[in-house]
């Protein structure tokens, strides 16, 4: 017989960002991230327990065979076999789609990664084969997603996440994040990202690639205890309920990331004119007009505009006057602060 189990997870935005990785999944330095509503995949396993061979048959993206995910998948699966055993015994399908266009630039390995984490976590309690003993059920599920993309980590969580040890929050881990909302006061759940599309092209040097290009970076050392500060900044600024000091850090991380991939060997960028001219337009009318946004950037050429609801009206008239001649508006994705992740068959 076959079953199905079948999650739904979204992606996440680091504020302060996870840029260099031991081997293992090992992050060099700890991120703290928050989760982005309205977007999410969708992953679905199909298993059968009575067809003898194991591994995965086959793996589709937006209904489609993916022959580069299957892959990936199955070197995923060879991680995970190592703490799940009982997994390589059973034929596993994986259907995944993302509700964000294709190509929107929208990393999207760290929802997949995390929508297949749960699935495998909820697989092995059906099985009753103990997994990662001693941890609970999102634990597990983060660890999980951990071996398929470090960011994932910290999809499984609502709200807020640290993922990578740290002084500043005892319980943090380098194997599974950890949730912070108790720490974070309600003002945050105000935070909006309006996420200005500028390339829908393939980025040109991969994630993994970039993380490898920090062993040996001349600004190693540096970028850690860069990123040791502006995680107590941001504890701080969190906590004072300092929207303005969340914005800053969020933009010198964006722009840290960015150099780091300049100073490597080889050298490389990811952005174009467009974003440059979106960074300086937010930051000129942050200070024309004390409104509280800020930019953040991933590894790709995508602008998120961070603001807060009580901003809405002077945001809206500022996307409409100086953000839609350079972005259009059929090329903003809006989402805010999510509430997680969630199983849906
Ligand atoms: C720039 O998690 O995509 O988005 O672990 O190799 O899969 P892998 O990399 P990935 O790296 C994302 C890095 C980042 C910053 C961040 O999300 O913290």
Sequence with gaps: MIRTITWKSPPNLAIVKYWGKREGQIPMNPSVSFVLGNLASTTRIMYSTSISAGGLGLARFNGRTDERLTLRLQNYLDGVYQIFPGLSKIRLEVDTQNNFPHGAGIASSASGFSALAFGIASLADEL?????????????????????????????????????????WAESSNLYAYPINADIPSIFNELRNTILVVSELPKAVSSTDGHRLMENHP?????????????????????????????????????????????????????????????????????DSGVATGFSLDAGANVHLLWF????????????????????PERWLVSGIGYGAERID
């Design 128 to 168: 009753q084969e103990e997994v990662l003993p001693g941890l609970n059920f999102l634990q597990k599920a983060s660890w999980l997603a951990r071996l398929g993309s470090g960011s994932a980590a910290r999809s499984v969580f609502q709200g807020f996440c640290v993922w990578g040890e740290t002084q500043l």
């Design 219 to 287: 600004y190693g050392h540096g970028r850690q205890k860069q990123a040791e500060t502006n995680l107590q900044r941001l504890k701080l600024g969190l906590s004072n309920q300092d929207i303005y000091e969340f914005l800053l850090v969020a933009e010198e991380e964006s722009l840290s990331l960015h150099a780091l991939m300049l100073a490597a060997s080889p050298g490389y960028w990811l952005f174009k004119p467009e974003t440059l001219m979106l960074m300086s337009i937010i930051r000129q009318f942050r200070e």
């Design 309 to 328: 609801e009580k901003d809405r009206e002077a945001i809206q008239q500022f996307l409409h006057d100086k953000i839609s001649p350079i972005c259009p």
